[in-house]
């Protein structure tokens, strides 16, 4: 399942998933939300696929004039 992000509780971490543009698993992954922050924890092993994919949207949010 997906994380809802923002309902993350303070101090807790939980386990989600990234996905394509169709909603298909690309990858695990575990968010914590450090209050001030939010870390997110990728598979070392997947790193050369989730990086690049991450950075790419990452660029299309900040190019439509959202701050992350």
Known sequence: MVAEVPEI???TA???LITNERGGIIDDT???N???H???VINAGCK???IPH???HLAEFRAS???A
Do not use: C, V
């Open 9 to 11: 509780a303070e101090g």
């Open 14 to 16: 939980t386990l989600s």
């Open 30 to 32: 575990i968010i914590t």
């Open 34 to 36: 450090f209050s001030d």
């Open 38 to 40: 939010i870390f997110m």
């Open 48 to 50: 050369h696929k989730d």
């Open 54 to 56: 991450l950075q790419n």
């Open 65 to 67: 004039g959202k701050d």
